[in-house]
Nanobody, 114 residues
Framework: QVQLSESGGGLVQSGESLQLSCRASIITINLYTMEWFRQAPGKQREFVGR???????EYSDSVKGRFTISRDNAANTMYLQMNNLKPDDTGVYYCHIRLANDYWGPGTPVLVSS
């Protein structure tokens, strides 16, 4: 069973940075597309960004230029570096991979105060 585990969330002030991690078990992450999503209170889960097997990256317009996705193949871990955080970035952040099934981590909360 594929397992994803996020970490690194916390409480920060507007303008500060955080780095989230998503560690995967069983799969080798550099062979697949892995994604970050987030869900703000009272809102639907939304796409943040993805990295594919060629290390191509895509980002939502709302985070482009501020967030960067990377991965450490040896650690089987994907990262989300979040800079210049804004209150609208508040939410629970999830990593996701689609294989034969969809796999999600339990999420890590990010709270950005103004």
């Amino acid at each position: 069973q594929v397992q994803l585990s996020e970490s690194g969330g916390g409480l920060v002030q507007s303008g500060e940075s955080l780095q989230l991690s998503c560690r995967a078990s069983i799969i080798t992450i550099n062979l697949y597309t892995m994604e970050w999503f987030r869900q703000a209170p009272g809102k639907q889960r939304e796409f943040v960004g993805r990295i594919n097997d060629r290390a191509d990256r895509e980002y939502s317009d709302s985070v482009k230029g501020r967030f960067t996705i990377s991965r450490d193949n040896a650690a089987n871990t994907m990262y989300l570096q979040m800079n210049n955080l804004k209150p609208d970035d508040t939410g629970v952040y999830y990593c996701h991979i689609r294989l034969a099934n969809d796999y999600w981590g339990p999420g890590t909360p990010v709270l950005v105060s103004s």
